[in-house]
């Protein structure tokens, strides 16, 4: 197995020689691995290429490569490329090329990896993580992995814009780069990343770390365009998010009309209140008793047109959903298996409308009316998060704070 450390680099003539030289020093601790130094720098003005492309000359396991344009995005994605295609790496680390991270805990994040983690992740913020940065770069730290849990709804992820990672070649297969503005300027390729691989199914573990400030050369980080983009992505993860709620309505609100529509049609054979045909479909069902009796239900004319139209509602509900609505998640099972599920999930709503309705009426003597909106409100939500965690499971969002180990 072949690990391949790539280190981002910009301007890093007094750091980047001993940064290797720590890193194949922590080598020795992982005898299993085939351990590589990449180092994709974005054409450095000063001696970083020179150095490098000096030390590759004399060990063959380390690598210079010039990505030419300038980003930490750009340095990190096309070095891992690189790592996968020429290097062919199976292990893929990321750590700066300033000495703020210490390589070795190498080993540990890679043992995860082994263990079974896609993507392991250094956290200053967790217990045992430390954070030697001035208070301002501290403050944005922590500001924005409060945002991030807000905004993407990871609460057990504590740590979303250090750079020290490992994961899987697997891993960065299946990232889905287009989510990704791993192009821009600033160092928001650091939560997109972490976020289009939570999108992928990755299993993330993280491991405290202590980040040290850099004692030589220059930050060259952009801290206000950097907060704007991490604003940006928290509202585009929001927006993604409250897309399929929208469509889980529209959806809703469609089969509410077909329920209503082919009630009126099997039962009377109006469309509401207009007279559209000659006789109800179901004229031949009667509509009062004596009808035949099932137990303690009669199977008159009405029981039957609502539960044939019930169903039906349920159908489209499911073809609709489960072809666009939750097209995007992952799925599990058959679709017959979904579609009985998704049955029984639907007896719920009803039941929630009852007790609402019983509720607000006998308890707190106010009007069913009241009951019945609060009841289908809550129905609503209930149903939604069924559907998001019972039947199309694995919703890139909300079940992306489970797949963190701490
Ligand atoms: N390839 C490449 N690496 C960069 C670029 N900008 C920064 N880096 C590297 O990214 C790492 C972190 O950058 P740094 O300036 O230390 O940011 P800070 O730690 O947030 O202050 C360092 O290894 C930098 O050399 C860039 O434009 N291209
Ligand atoms: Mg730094």
């Not at 004399?58 to 790592?83: F, M, Q, S």
């Not at 599990?332 to 009426?361: D, H, M, Y």
Request: net charge positive; proline share 4%.
């Amino acid at each position: 197995m072949r690990l391949v450390v790539n280190i981002p680099t910009y301007n890093e003539e007094d750091n980047i020689s001993e940064v290797i030289r720590n890193v194949l020093k922590s080598a020795k601790n992982m005898p299993s691995l085939d351990v590589h130094v990449l180092v994709s720098d974005s054409h450095s003005p000063d001696k970083t290429p020179d150095i490098v492309k000096d030390i590759s000359k004399t060990n063959p396991k380390v690598h210079y490569l010039d990505v030419k344009e300038r980003g930490l995005g750009i340095g990190i994605v096309k070095g891992h490329r690189y790592a996968v295609d020429k290097l062919r790496a199976d292990i893929l680390g990321q750590m700066d090329g300033d000495m703020s991270h210490d390589p070795s805990t190498l080993p540990e994040m890679v043992q995860l990896i082994e263990e079974g983690y896609d993507l392991v992740v250094g956290s200053r913020l967790m217990k045992g993580g430390k954070n030697l940065l001035g208070w301002h770069r501290r403050l944005f730290t922590r500001g924005s992995a409060f945002y991030c849990k807000l905004a993407w709804g990871t609460f057990s992820i504590s740590e979303y814009t250090n750079s020290y990672r490992v994961f899987t070649k697997k891993l960065f297969e299946n990232v889905d780069f287009k989510k990704i503005p791993w192009r821009s300027k600033t160092y928001i390729i650091q939560p997109s990343f972490l976020y289009a691989a939570l999108l992928a199914g990755a299993k993330v573990k993280e491991v405290p770390i202590i980040f040290i400030d850099r004692k030589k050369g220059y930050s060259k980080s952009k801290i206000i365009a950097y907060i704007i983009d991490v604003v940006i992505f928290g509202i585009k993860v929001r927006i993604e998010k409250s897309k399929t709620f929208l469509k889980f309505l529209s959806v809703g609100t469609l089969t509410y009309f077909v329920n209503a529509i082919l009630l009126g049609l099997l039962y009377r054979g109006n469309i509401y209140s207009v007279k559209v045909l000659p006789e109800a479909i179901l004229s031949f069902i009667p509509v009062n008793h004596p009808s035949t009796k099932l137990l303690f239900i009669y199977l008159d004319r009405l029981f039957v047109a609502s539960l044939i139209s019930i169903e039906a509602s349920i159908i489209i509900n499911f073809f609709f959903h489960d072809s666009w609505t939750f097209k995007h998640r992952n799925r599990e099972g058959s679709k017959l298996k979904r579609f009985l599920k998704f049955n029984l999930s639907s007896v719920g709503s009803p039941i929630i409308q009852l007790a609402s309705i019983l509720t607000f009426v006998q308890v707190l003597h106010t009007s069913e009316q009241i009951g019945l909106a609060f009841g289908v409100i809550i129905g609503l939500f209930v149903n939604y998060t069924v559907n998001l965690l019972w039947i199309w499971k694995e919703h890139p969002e909300k079940d992306l704070s489970q797949k963190v180990v701490k």
